[in-house]
């Protein structure tokens, strides 16, 4: 599947290609057109210390490289990639590697949130590098139960975060399942992060929610500035357009690299739901 040239026709609309190069390219694109990015390196869950550190070394390379060229494209990353499931130490000092590339280039490193089994490893790691180099932004996902927590403890600290709803099939002790109730609990937590966040970034393709947030930006006198949108890369573009063209900053996830089937089939698997969203904006 990854080698095949009909997939990457599939794959293309979602995925900037397999080089760095190819991502830069997109990214620069993006650029052109008013809208930011952040880079993530396909891979996730390595199995040795040494695939960890190869993870790392890629990003650090990312970093100089979109320095160079000066774009404004952030790097996002997984824990797991970095070596969590193996030594949260080596995780860590894997992370703080990066973070300070990240200052030292006037950068920001975006941790993403994998499943639950990994959220307080995951805000345990992402905690410490932020209060020692203040360039971390960490994703809460709405649908878990223990959002609410999280956010009030990473809004005490000023730490930026980035809220989705969360794509992982969770068990229902610690998640909610349906729908309706997942979009009630993110339109707490968005308003919580206008209220009292520190440079929020909200994450979603719900365009209600989009609407409601703007809406409630307005109300509290913020300005563009003062906030971001960020959406996956070739979803939705029209609705990205029209975020761009109210004045408001906008960020695209844009993922690069060989390991794009595990990524897709991952996101398939866990969510059912996600195969008909893939396919209409495909089809759009």
């Known amino acids: 599947m990854e080698t095949s040239p009909l997939a990457k026709r599939l794959t293309g609309r979602f995925v900037a290609g397999e080089t760095l190069d190819e991502e830069l390219a997109v990214c620069r694109q993006l650029a052109n057109e008013n809208i930011l990015s952040t880079l993530d390196h396909l891979g996730e869950n390595v199995t040795s210390l040494e695939e960890a550190a190869a993870s790392r070394d890629a990003y650090l390379e990312a970093l100089e490289r979109i320095h160079a060229a000066g774009l404004p ?32 280039t006037g950068n920001r490193v975006e941790v993403d949130m994998e499943s639950s089994a990994y959220t307080d490893r995951t805000l345990s790691v992402a905690t410490r590098v932020a209060e ?8 809460i996902q709405a649908y878990l ?41 993110y339109r707490k937590l968005m308003k919580v992060l206008l209220d009292r966040g520190t440079y929020p970034a909200i994450a979603t393709h719900d365009e209600l929610l989009l609407m409601e947030a703007l809406d409630y930006a307005r109300t509290r006198g913020l ?6 949108f960020q959406m996956l890369y070739g979803i939705n573009r029209e609705l ?23 990524y897709f089939m991952r996101r398939l698997g866990e969510r059912p739901a996600n195969v008909l969203f893939v396919l209409r904006n495909l089809f759009r």
């Open 73 to 104: 494209c952030t790097v996002s990353i997984k824990l797991t990639q970095f070596g969590l499931d193996l030594s949260e130490q080596a995780c860590l000092e894997n992370v703080r590697r990066l973070a300070d590339k990240a200052r030292a």
């Open 132 to 139: 020692e180099c203040g360039c971390i932004r960490t994703v």
């Open 240 to 262: 990205q357009k029209r975020i761009v063209g109210l004045g408001y900053r906008l960020r695209l996830y844009v993922p690069y690299g060989t390991a794009w089937y595990p």
């Open 145 to 185: 139960y223990r959002s609410a927590a999280d956010i009030g403890h990473l809004n005490e600290r000023r730490i930026p975060v980035r809220l989705c709803k969360g794509a992982y099939d969770e068990p229902s002790s610690v998640a909610f399942a349906n729908s309706t109730d997942v979009r009630t609990n």
């Open 223 to 228: 300005g563009p500035d003062q906030l971001e």
